[in-house]
């Protein structure tokens, strides 16, 4: 692809302590294409054609932390909340590094009806980005992730389905059902479905009997409970293969496997968060 970061595998990002290498075309400007290695300021995400550069860039950068406001906080873990009309720059040169490894997402420049979720793991030297979601200002199909992404150097260490349960409880938040924005990538899928098994499993596995009754619960139900869209609940209910016809109604029925699969599943995954309403508004955080 011409003025292709990614036209050759030798065309790497450096961010912060990371060596990226891209996995896609990502619209840098042409003149920048043809360089081996892109700088980028791991805090501001200015991209500069030079260590020197970046050395100079960083004697002036302040930032220490994404923009914005910082709406959640728990541990080394942080989320920043940012306005991509509000800071423009900053949400641009975000979409831009995201791009190097979505394939099929389109927006780079006009960032002002979306807002940046951004994840941070904090260390001395500051806020170090981990990954991020983008989010809709107002989605008329639903939509609470537009594009979703973990750098590659902290992939597969549970962040996707942090960032993932973020986003539902942003949902909650709202009151509102969602649903990301189509269509997945392959590995966004593989979360997703990870997420969402994990998510509605633990609610039917809390359900007690009702007067000795088996318990019951509705598709509603479980959508409300989880803000995740009827439409996915109910993929996942037939992925799980846990939907049966019997005598005339539909029954749920974990086997055995379903059960001790999921829990050695929850036993691995990271520590979750729930946001409460009161701190989404004082912009601390809550782990419960
Ligand atoms: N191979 C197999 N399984 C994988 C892989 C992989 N390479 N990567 C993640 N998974 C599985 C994990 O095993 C895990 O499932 P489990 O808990 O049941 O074992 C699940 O996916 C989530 O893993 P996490 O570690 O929480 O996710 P991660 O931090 O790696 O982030 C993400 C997932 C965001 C999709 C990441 O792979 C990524 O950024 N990919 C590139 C960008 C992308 O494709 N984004 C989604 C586009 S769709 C959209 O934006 C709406
Ligand atoms: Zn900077």
Same mark, same amino acid.
């Given at each position: $692809?011409?003025?292709s970061?990614v ?5 790497d990002?450096i ?7 891209p996995w896609? *075309? %990502?619209?840098?400007? #042409? ?5 081996p &290695?892109? @700088? ?6 200015k991209y500069?054609k ?15 932390h ?5 709406? @959640?906080?728990k541990?080394t873990i %942080? *989320?920043?909340?940012?306005d ?6 900053? !949400? #641009?040169?975000l979409?831009?590094l995201?791009?190097? *490894?979505?394939d099929?997402k ?5 960032t002002?009806?979306?807002?940046f @979720?951004?994840?941070?793991?904090y260390?001395?030297?500051?806020f170090? /980005?981990?990954?991020?979601? %983008? ?10 992730v537009?594009?979703?992404?973990t750098?590659?150097?902290y992939q597969r ?6 960032l993932?349960?973020?986003s539902y ?18 590995l966004?899928?593989l979360?997703?479905? !990870?997420?969402?098994? #994990? ?18 619960i509705? &598709?509603n139900? &479980?959508?409300?409970i989880? !803000?995740?869209?009827?439409?996915d ?9 846990? /939907?049966?016809y019997?005598?005339g109604q539909y &029954?749920l029925?974990l !086997?055995?496997d /379903?059960?001790?699969?999921?829990e050695k599943? $929850?036993?691995k995954? #990271?520590?979750? *968060?729930?946001?409460c309403?009161?701190c989404?508004?004082?912009h ?5």
């Amino acid at each position: $692809m011409t003025g292709s970061l990614v036209s050759d595998r030798s065309h790497d990002d450096i961010l912060g302590r990371h060596r990226l290498k891209p996995w896609y *075309f %990502s619209p840098y400007p #042409q003149e920048l294409t043809s360089l081996p &290695i892109l @700088y980028l300021c791991e805090f501001c995400l200015k991209y500069l054609k030079s260590l020197k550069c970046l050395q100079r860039h960083l004697t002036k950068c302040n930032l220490r932390h994404p923009p914005g406001n910082e709406i @959640y906080r728990k541990g080394t873990i %942080s *989320f920043f909340e940012i306005d991509g009309r509000k800071n423009k720059n900053y !949400s #641009q040169n975000l979409c831009l590094l995201a791009k190097c *490894f979505l394939d099929h997402k389109t927006l780079y420049y006009d960032t002002d009806p979306f807002l940046f @979720y951004v994840m941070t793991e904090y260390d001395s030297k500051g806020f170090h /980005i981990v990954g991020y979601f %983008s989010k809709e200002k107002e989605s008329t199909e639903d939509y609470n992730v537009a594009c979703i992404l973990t750098l590659p150097p902290y992939q597969r260490r549970g962040y996707g389905k942090l960032l993932i349960e973020f986003s539902y409880e942003l949902s909650k938040v709202e009151g509102k059902t969602g649903t990301p924005e189509k269509p997945l990538s392959d590995l966004g899928l593989l979360s997703y479905r !990870s997420y969402w098994s #994990q998510t509605i499993l633990e609610i039917l596995m809390d359900l007690k009997p009702d007067n000795g009754e088996r318990p019951q619960i509705t &598709i509603n139900e &479980i959508s409300e409970i989880t !803000s995740v869209k009827k439409e996915d609940v109910i993929s996942t209910l037939q992925y799980l293969n846990l /939907i049966n016809y019997y005598k005339g109604q539909y &029954i749920l029925t974990l !086997s055995e496997d /379903i059960v001790d699969g999921h829990e050695k599943a $929850m036993q691995k995954r #990271q520590p979750r *968060f729930f946001l409460c309403v009161l701190c989404f508004t004082c912009h601390k955080g809550c782990w419960i």
